[in-house]
């Protein structure tokens, strides 16, 4: 039995949303427990009715728009930070929430502390690929400046996630660059593809490009967190670009206005895929515990995934898998 | 009279393209005359049917797919290093290539020099916006590793560039980062941010984050060469993703297939936009003559653009207005 924190606070949708994707979550796993953190009068009852809930009283909340560090520093009553303590004293073993991505990463590196040996956790999140093979993309903003040994670090433990969480068996890991070239790069990247290419391992696929990004050619992609979070932005605006400028067509030729109506289902899904719905969900790599972020604008299925995701990645001992790449590569 | 020498080698489409791309700029400004650099015998009987146009005869080609700087250093007679080395030479006043970019950035660099007083040379490029409006966006892959002075600079130049060969007559400056507090940001984007605060000026608008590249809010958008590279790439990469999975969709749904048929022309022109075909367009900005490039897949009305600005580079004194931001800011 594994326990799974669960901010039920999180996000932009109503707490019950959140709390019927735990129960579905409950309902798929019979060997989840969860620990249920928030409001007395949202999570009492929701644990008065399910079996393997136990509840974790807060009463503040950090809502998404908040300053992370300031948040985390003057709301110590709230879901996330008392979810976060709550893992730290193994009252449960991950973390799972809808919440501000900062505030959670700022929570996590305080509480649940980093793996012996790793320099700097991250956030890593999945990208849609065009052959239909998802990348785990790594760090998206934790960390502006990086030293190549964190980036060598961040591919190790990609890696690690692609295999055990995402189930890739030999995962095949980039570094992000601003040209193919092993000399490409700004001059901690250049260092870092000279390391990774050390390690002599087959997994190292050298360099890649901007425009491999969504291009489902690797399993891992890593960069810096000023890069990730510019890049998935950057890739966010230009799907909404392009669907804004359909639209716009729409209301200029009574033609557009029909093909885009029989192409709606098509770039709705497009949509969700790019613009954050789909790979908006975030994990935070190298801490003690798994601590999984899900896309603010959630819903029950993200809830339940999130939380089952969480579970898996206790069963299949990530923490300690990262651990062990990150003490064999030293 | 201002004479721009024109690669008549560059990019992927066959000489005569340029040429007539040439003969069409002539035709449509009677002030203009033009050195055109390439083999024999594309440039000579060009030459000898245009009054305006003389030829600089050359031998060699630097090919799309090499190393810049060695292609620069081995081809020593190509219409690249030859051209560039008639700028310096008084022969001609600005350069304008659809060849490799990173190429004539090396050839530039060594033979036409930088302004005194600027840093570090940088390429610009113009992004389309949501608005209507598009932004001048720098440096797109010059300089992988940028300290704050240099991205202070870059704002300056791009602002002079919008200024004078855009048109806008107060331009808006954005600092591209990973948020849009101003404590955000590597630690050379926040040094960079508080430079730019400090010289007090209406015209710095801050941070922009990646999601707004496209959304036409800002003149200019500055960052260093890496993230610009990974940025321009990752849009085009989203576009084509985006478009690719329209086109997927057809084959799947008579609905969908029905649907993308009737919106052919606003996809095409979409692809155009942000596929390299219009933005793909370049300035390098900081060196004592205008050097413009235009994108490799380029066409009669793109070489005549082409020629045209630089021509308006001229014209506007570019060159000396963006020695007088630099030199003023100091």
Same mark, same amino acid.
């Given at each position: 039995m594994s326990c799974v924190c669960v901010d039920a606070m999180g996000g932009d949708e109503k707490p019950e949303v959140v709390l019927e994707g735990i129960a579905e979550a409950l309902a798929a796993d019979p060997e989840l427990t969860v620990l249920v953190a928030g409001n007395e009068d949202v999570v009492v009852p929701f644990c008065a009715k399910h079996e393997r809930a136990r509840a974790l009283v807060t009463t503040e909340v950090i809502g998404m728009g908040e300053h992370p560090t300031e948040a985390v520093r003057s709301k110590k009553d709230s879901s996330i930070v008392r979810g976060l303590m709550a893992v730290r004293k193994g009252e449960a073993d991950g973390f799972f929430s809808a919440g501000s991505t900062g505030a959670i990463f700022a929570a996590a590196s305080l509480s649940v502390g980093r793996i012996r040996g790793v320099k700097r956790a991250c956030i890593a999140t999945s990208i849609p690929g065009s052959t239909g093979r998802p990348s785990v993309f790594l760090d998206m903003g934790a960390n502006a400046d990086v030293r190549p040994e964190m980036l060598v670090q961040f591919a190790q433990m990609g890696r690690a996630y692609s295999r055990v969480v995402? @189930?890739?068996d030999d995962p095949k890991v980039a570094l992000l660059s601003n040209g193919a070239e092993d000399t490409k790069g700004s001059a901690a990247v250049v260092e870092a593809h000279q390391a990774l290419a050390a390690l002599d391992a087959d997994w190292f696929c050298g360099n890649c490009e @901007?425009?491999?990004?969504?291009? @489902?050619?690797?399993?891992v992609i890593v960069t810096d967190g000023f890069t990730g979070n510019v890049a998935l932005k950057a890739m966010e605006g230009t799907a909404k670009f392009v669907l804004g400028a359909i639209k716009k067509a729409v209301g200029s030729s009574k033609r557009a206005a029909a093909g885009a109506m029989m192409l709606k289902p098509t770039l709705k899904g497009l949509a969700h895929e790019l613009m954050g719905e789909e790979y908006g969900g975030a994990v935070l790599l190298g801490l003690k515990a798994p601590v999984l972020i899900g896309h603010g604008a959630t819903s029950v299925e993200a809830v339940k995934n999130g939380t089952l995701s969480c579970k898996r990645a206790l069963d299949s001992q990530l923490v300690d898998k990262i651990a062990a790449e990150v003490a064999q590569a030293k």
């Open positions: 995402v @189930g890739v @901007g425009s491999d990004l969504l291009a @489902g050619r690797f399993d």
